[in-house]
């Protein structure tokens, strides 16, 4: 833990951008292997992976931007003595034998995050995590993406032109299939660099809990009010108009989610804010705004109208708040008029957070997230010694390791910002 509280380490970055670009990762080392598309095939790819040593690598192809949802398309693996396995999980849905062949190997994911949630879907549960984009934050790397963290690490170039394509299609095109494959080739070396990193600066321990912590997480709950992050919905100026992208908002997701494709690609948001903005009382009217010519938006017009007219004919009881409900604080903007002594506070709180991270070279987002900052600092404990405020951090989730650094510089700051 020393070196890892030393506020001199040196930037893990790289000097410059000027560098030699390190050569391009071209093909898998044994070759592009065929895609597991039945049951049989499944069968030797279990035996496969099982009798492997050593970690696996993991990871998966989602189809966002395109389909309802985030499903797994295509699931990549590597293991020592098993080489790379690519399983279509549409054809092979229930991946549990894989699962139990795997049980206690440590799964390598990078963002896992990202990858759980559809992985858990088709039956792979991994036991034990090592996530190596939550381990470059730790690290103090500003640039955590897997081709960045691999050319740093392993001076080998991924490519990742076909990041963003459609993998709900099928059949894969070969060289997105090389690609796939190329993500898991060297994620178990990018782990072991990684790991030596972190036993060296004394955070090896800190990351073990991250990932238990990632592996353990409870699913999300679903967002209450979704339809309140419809991108410009802060221009929508009155509350009907509000109403009005309420309604047109889940008529999007009922009709994304029949047809099993992205709800942008349904209706842009924008549309809806425009829609909403202007509450058209005839089909002619709404087709006069440009987003509401694209193929799949024109053909539910009636659809969109009707949600329009139940909304002008709502009682004023029906209507959506302008600010949706929450559990939390206020806006920070709000704090020094409502609660002066709870702005001194935060101001205290972050700059103390700012200056841990900084002495043990993270983000202090990974250090303390801001919103346990904010609500520390808006109702913090009665007694705001370390034990308590370390009581306050563990029951927002915070990491024993985050605790140890921070409740009594907290403590100490909320203290400080009481005296002014």
């Known amino acids: 833990m020393a070196n890892a509280l030393n506020p001199k380490t040196e930037s893990r970055e790289p000097e410059s951008d000027d560098e030699e670009r390190a050569p391009l990762l071209r093909e898998p080392r044994e070759g592009l292997p065929e895609v597991t598309a039945d049951p049989d ?12 040593s050593g970690p696996v690598a993991v990871d998966a192809e989602r189809a966002s931007g395109y389909r309802y949802g985030q499903r797994a398309y295509l699931v990549q693996l590597r293991r020592e003595g098993a080489g790379t396995v690519l399983i279509d999980p549409i054809a092979c849905p229930d991946l549990s034998a894989l699962s139990s062949a795997l049980e206690g190997t440590e799964v390598v994911l990078h963002a896992a995050h ?100 990632v592996l353990n997480a409870p699913p999300k709950e679903p967002r209450r009010d979704p339809w309140r992050r419809t991108s410009g919905i802060h221009r929508v100026r009155n509350q009907r108009s509000l109403a009005a992208v309420r309604e047109l908002w889940y008529e999007r997701d009922r009709i994304a989610q029949e047809r099993d494709v992205s709800p942008g690609r349904v209706l842009p948001d924008a549309a809806i804010v425009e829609a909403a903005s202007a ?65 001194r506070r935060l101001e205290s709180a972050r700059a103390t957070v700012a200056q841990i991270a900084e002495d043990v070279v993270m983000p202090a987002e990974n250090l303390l997230l801001p919103d346990t900052v904010r609500r520390l600092s808006w109702a913090p404990p009665e007694e705001t010694g370390t034990e308590a405020v370390g009581a306050f951090l563990r029951s927002r989730g915070a990491r024993e390791w985050q605790i140890g650094l921070t409740a009594g510089p907290l403590a100490t700051a909320l203290e400080d910002a009481g005296k002014g």
């Open 41 to 52: 095939a499944l069968s030797d790819a279990v035996a496969a992976l099982g009798s492997g």
């Open 279 to 343: 509450m058209p009382r005839t089909a002619a009217d709404l087709t006069r705004i440009r987003q509401f010519g694209i193929k799949l938006a024109r053909r539910y017009v009636p659809t969109w109208m009707r949600a329009v007219s139940r909304v002008r004919g709502m009682e004023q009881s029906e209507l959506p708040r302008p600010n949706g409900p929450g559990d939390g604080p206020p806006p920070v903007n709000r704090w020094a008029d409502r609660s002066p002594e709870a702005a």
């Open 114 to 213: 990202q990858d759980l949630p559809c992985l858990t879907e088709v039956h792979l549960c991994p036991e034990r995590l090592f996530d190596t984009e939550l381990a470059g934050r730790l690290l103090g790397y500003h640039r955590v993406g897997l081709g960045s963290m691999v050319e740093r690490l392993l001076h080998v170039r991924l490519a990742k032109e076909h990041s963003a394509v459609d993998w709900s299609q099928r059949p894969l095109p070969e060289d997105w299939l090389r690609y796939a494959a190329l993500d898991v080739e060297i994620l178990v070396d990018l782990r072991d660099r990684l790991e030596a990193e972190l036993a060296e600066s004394g955070k090896l321990s800190w990351a073990l809990e991250e990932f238990a912590s």
